[in-house]
T-cell receptor
């Protein structure tokens, strides 16, 4: 099935560094969702975006709904070891019965 | 407010047996989604259900797999005559039926199925 282009696929960073990742699509979305998945667990919702141009923060996390409605960005400031995990984006299409498209994930590893 | 509940968390079956995975959505949620995830891969949509209705099963294999969400009780994902390739983590998600965040899915902890 269709998936979003999520990048980077993986990244190693030093503790304290800022992290940026993004999702892009050729389709327009009404909603963007960002999840984090720890090993052996289910994805946990981090941030939900409902409006083009919207910028929302959750602690050290900030996400933006692209103005074209075809992309979204997630930034993590001052990373810490517990930020390790897989980050998934999901876009909600404007049509169809099942509307969610998930990104392939960004695997984040933080070096202490 | 309890989150999405899934049980069992781990399930081991021999080839040819049946696997039943259960999902109780969050309170007030009437939309349930099932996903499959292989190691080091993303989430693959299987089926979308509302109470007593299958809304979209486009991601469900045509044979051996079925899902239901009865009027009372949890949603069930049933895999008949399991094969080794069915080994994966199966996640359930739910979303509300009304309100401003009807599109926001919340995931359960998953059931890890191992087929011997």
């Amino acid at each position: 099935g269709q998936q979003l282009n999520q990048s980077p696929q993986s990244m190693f960073i030093q503790e304290g560094e800022d992290v940026s990742m993004n999702c892009t699509s050729s389709s327009i979305f009404n909603t963007w969702l960002w999840y984090k998945q720890d090993p052996g667990e289910g994805p946990v919702l981090l941030i939900a975006l409902y409006k083009a141009g919207e910028l929302t923060s959750n602690g050290r996390l900030t996400a933006q709904f692209g103005i074209t409605r075809k992309d979204s960005f997630l930034n993590i400031s001052a990373s810490i070891p517990s930020d390790v995990g897989i980050y998934f984006c999901a876009g909600l299409r404007t049509s169809g019965t099942y509307k969610y498209i998930f990104g392939t994930g960004t695997r984040l590893k933080v070096l202490a | 407010n309890a989150g999405v509940m899934q049980n069992p968390r781990h399930l081991v079956r021999r080839r040819g047996q049946e696997a039943r995975l259960r999902c109780s959505p969050m309170k007030g949620h009437s939309h349930v989604y099932w996903y499959r995830q292989l190691p080091e891969e993303g989430l693959k949509f299987m089926v979308y259900l509302q109470k007593e209705n299958i809304i979209d099963e486009s991601g469900m294999p045509k044979e051996r797999f079925s899902a239901e969400f009865p009027k009372e009780g949890p949603s069930i994902l049933r895999i008949q005559q399991v094969v080794r390739g069915d080994s994966a983590a199966y996640f359930c998600a739910s979303s509300p039926s009304s309100g401003p965040s009807t599109d926001t899915q919340y995931f359960g902890p998953g059931t890890r199925l191992t087929v011997l």
